[in-house]
């Protein structure tokens, strides 16, 4: 019996991972909010531990948990007789569809949920929060861990984009074409940003965070299932595989920042590198690469490189020509400088730097003077390295970060 | 339908006197543009300069708009449209989005809960 209890436990939960967009998406098409589709999803995993250890999991656990979810919903707008008047932006509930036990004959909306989760009248926090706790069933009180502010904090921030979903009638549709390419940045954005917060988190400090990563590379996967013609998904899954598979030389032991070219290549996860070409190859297959693909393929030549000095430079220094003029931010500038510094030598990269600080919208960010640093060391400008480094140590918050740079700081002071 | 509030703002003092022939053209074409994306403009209104405005907070009253900034109400006009998809391509081609914006703000529906 325990054995029974603990293989059901396991296909809710493996259920909960892998099918909570699917029911959750179908059943709010039903619910017409998500509060209610909410709550019935939950349910529905409820009944499911009671149900599945009488009768067997079922094949296909995911339309079991639709089909109970969506009757759960109608049900209760049956009680609550406000079939007409309660988020009329949903699609209309479609009664017959709801007794389909074939999966097949459900329809998809994860995408749906995925573009109105994303939706580009809400702010950017918004968008990351709904979407963790929507398509991702993640609660509240993991997301406000992951993004370090109370659940109270967290709470009020999904209650108020999904009541501004309702009030505003954000419509639970995929974008039309004239809008996909705009609309699907946001999409790619959120879940970068997922992915990004979570990498960029202390070594082991947190586990919560470590699952962001996870959840990011699941909805990129899913995504590319869900828009298999879209370079631009291709491409980011590519960048994340790329960026995951260098996950465990990141830092040192001590949890301390290790650079690329400080890292041990052999550690780096060769599956993931592989993946990663192979959606590249792809991505540039179609002609129609953008920022995405062009991160990755940046990605791609340094994740194939026996050493930092053996990397192709000169290729890197042409995608980023490439990408300057896709995604024209003064960051990209910043790091074409160091290819240009790789190719050209140090000096023409200081140049570069040089007038991106002259600029001005770089002020306040850490990699400025911190790559200025590194060249100014390389050319053996010792002093003026040192007050580099001082000054990108001075912007850091980044504990692990701050602690490199103080150590380069210290290689830097003239011996006494 | 849904019915939004789209507030107009254009540069301080926004005088109705000072719209361009050009302004004015495109103003002109509006109404037909809403309707040929879906919307159908219920009502509108533009305002005197904001130089006419008084504001009153507490019992102090001043000369000049409610919150002085770069940019005032010049008007506003009450849209329905299907959804806010729809909301916001007609106000994406409104004017006064190219020296000022608008806002998207939908009206307040009492649903009895």
Same mark, same amino acid.
């Given at each position: 019996?325990?054995?029974?209890?603990?293989?059901?436990? @396991?296909?809710?939960? $493996? *259920?909960? !991972? /892998? +099918?909570?967009? #699917?029911?959750?998406?179908?059943?709010?098409? %039903?619910?017409? &909010?998500?509060?209610?589709?909410?709550?019935?999803?939950?349910?529905?995993?409820?009944?499911?531990?009671?149900?599945?250890?009488?009768?067997?999991?079922?094949?296909?656990?995911?339309?079991?948990?639709?089909?109970?979810?969506? @009757?759960?919903?109608? $049900? *209760?707008? !049956? /009680? +609550?007789?406000? #079939?007409?008047?309660?988020?009329?932006?949903? %699609?209309?509930? &479609?009664?017959?569809?709801?007794?389909?036990?074939?999966?097949?004959?459900?329809?998809?909306?994860?995408?749906?949920?995925?573009?109105?989760?994303?939706?580009?009248?809400?702010?950017?926090?918004?968008?990351?929060?709904?979407?963790?706790?929507?398509?991702?069933?993640?609660?509240?009180?993991?997301?406000?861990?992951?993004?370090?502010?109370?659940?109270?904090?967290?709470?009020?921030?999904?209650?108020?984009?999904?009541?501004?979903?309702?009030?505003?009638?954000?419509?639970?549709?995929?974008?039309?074409?004239?809008?996909?390419?705009?609309?699907?940045?946001?999409?790619?954005?959120?879940?970068?940003?997922?992915?990004?917060?979570?990498?960029?988190?202390?070594?082991?400090?947190?586990?919560?965070?470590?699952?962001?990563?996870?959840?990011?590379?699941?909805?990129?996967?899913?995504?590319?299932?869900?828009?298999?013609?879209?370079?631009?998904?291709?491409?980011?899954?590519?960048?994340?595989?790329?960026?995951?598979?260098?996950?465990?030389?990141?830092?040192?032991?001590?949890?301390?920042?290790?650079?690329?070219?400080?890292?041990?290549?052999?550690?780096?996860?060769?599956?993931?590198?592989?993946?990663?070409?192979?959606?590249?190859?792809?991505?540039?297959?179609?002609?129609?690469?953008?920022?995405?693909?062009?991160?990755?393929?940046?990605?791609?030549?340094?994740?194939?490189?026996?050493?930092?000095?053996?990397?192709?430079?000169?290729?890197?220094?042409?995608?980023?020509?490439?990408?300057?003029?896709?995604?024209?931010?003064?960051?990209?500038?910043?790091?074409?400088?160091?290819?240009?510094?790789?190719?050209?030598?140090?000096?023409?990269?200081?140049?570069?730097?040089?007038?991106?600080?002259?600029?001005?919208?770089?002020?306040?960010?850490?990699?400025?003077?911190?790559?200025?640093?590194?060249?100014?060391?390389?050319?053996?400008?010792?002093?003026?390295?040192?007050?580099?480094?001082?000054?990108?140590?001075?912007?850091?918050?980044?504990?692990?970060?701050?602690?490199?740079?103080?150590?380069?700081?210290?290689?830097?002071?003239?011996?006494? | 339908?849904?019915?939004?509030?789209?507030?107009?703002?254009?540069?301080?003092?926004?005088?109705?006197?000072?719209?361009?022939?050009?302004?004015?053209?495109?103003?002109?074409?509006?109404?037909?543009?809403?309707?040929?994306?879906?919307?159908?403009?219920?009502?509108?209104?533009?305002?005197?300069?904001?130089?006419?405005?008084?504001?009153?907070?507490?019992?102090?009253?001043?000369?000049?708009?409610?919150?002085?900034?770069?940019?005032?109400?010049?008007?506003?006009?009450?849209?329905?449209?299907?959804?806010?998809?729809?909301?916001?391509?007609?106000?994406?081609?409104?004017?006064?989005?190219?020296?000022?914006?608008?806002?998207?703000?939908?009206?307040?529906?009492?649903?009895?809960?």
């Amino acid at each position: 019996m325990t054995d029974v209890t603990g293989a059901v436990e @396991r296909a809710v939960a $493996d *259920a909960h !991972r /892998r +099918e909570w967009a #699917f029911v959750l998406a179908a059943t709010a098409r %039903v619910a017409g &909010d998500f509060d209610l589709a909410e709550e019935c999803v939950q349910d529905a995993y409820v009944a499911a531990l009671d149900a599945w250890a009488r009768e067997g999991i079922p094949r296909k656990p995911g339309a079991w948990l639709t089909t109970i979810a969506k @009757r759960r919903a109608l $049900d *209760a707008l !049956r /009680r +609550e007789r406000v #079939f007409r008047t309660k988020m009329p932006m949903l %699609v209309e509930p &479609d009664e017959a569809e709801v007794d389909e036990p074939d999966e097949d004959a459900v329809p998809d909306d994860r995408l749906r949920l995925i573009f109105t989760c994303c939706h580009p009248a809400l702010a950017r926090e918004a968008q990351v929060a709904l979407t963790l706790r929507l398509v991702c069933g993640v609660g509240t009180g993991d997301i406000a861990k992951a993004f370090l502010v109370t659940e109270t904090t967290m709470a009020a921030r999904v209650t108020r984009a999904k009541k501004k979903i309702s009030a505003a009638r954000i419509p639970y549709r995929v974008p039309d074409s004239s809008e996909l390419t705009e609309r699907l940045d946001a999409v790619l954005s959120v879940i970068h940003l997922l992915y990004t917060t979570g990498h960029t988190a202390p070594s082991g400090a947190d586990l919560v965070r470590a699952d962001l990563v996870e959840r990011a590379l699941h909805l990129a996967r899913m995504l590319l299932a869900l828009m298999p013609d879209e370079p631009e998904v291709r491409g980011l899954l590519a960048l994340l595989l790329f960026t995951d598979a260098r996950r465990v030389t990141r830092t040192d032991a001590e949890g301390r920042l290790r650079l690329l070219e400080d890292q041990d290549r052999s550690l780096w996860d060769r599956a993931a590198i592989d993946e990663g070409r192979r959606l590249v190859l792809d991505s540039f297959r179609t002609g129609r690469v953008g920022r995405y693909a062009l991160q990755a393929a940046i990605a791609s030549l340094h994740a194939i490189a026996a050493s930092y000095e053996a990397t192709d430079w000169p290729q890197i220094l042409g995608l980023y020509d490439q990408l300057l003029l896709v995604w024209p931010s003064p960051v990209v500038a910043l790091n074409r400088a160091v290819a240009v510094s790789m190719v050209r030598g140090p000096e023409a990269g200081l140049a570069e730097i040089g007038s991106l600080a002259r600029d001005g919208r770089l002020d306040g960010y850490h990699y400025l003077p911190a790559v200025r640093a590194d060249l100014l060391r390389r050319l053996g400008r010792r002093d003026e390295a040192a007050t580099a480094y001082q000054a990108a140590i001075d912007l850091v918050d980044n504990e692990a970060e701050q602690q490199f740079l103080a150590a380069r700081l210290a290689e830097c002071r003239p011996a006494a | 339908m849904a019915q939004y509030g789209i507030l107009i703002y254009s540069p301080a003092p926004a005088d109705p006197m000072d719209i361009t022939p050009d302004y004015l053209a495109l103003l002109d074409r509006y109404p037909a543009q809403v309707e040929e994306l879906g919307g159908k403009i219920v009502t509108g209104f533009a305002l005197a300069p904001s130089t006419t405005a008084t504001a009153v907070r507490g019992d102090t009253v001043t000369d000049g708009p409610f919150i002085e900034a770069k940019e005032v109400v010049a008007g506003f006009f009450i849209l329905e449209a299907p959804d806010l998809d729809v909301a916001l391509r007609i106000a994406k081609l409104n004017p006064a989005t190219r020296d000022g914006g608008v806002e998207v703000r939908p009206l307040f529906v009492w649903d009895g809960e």
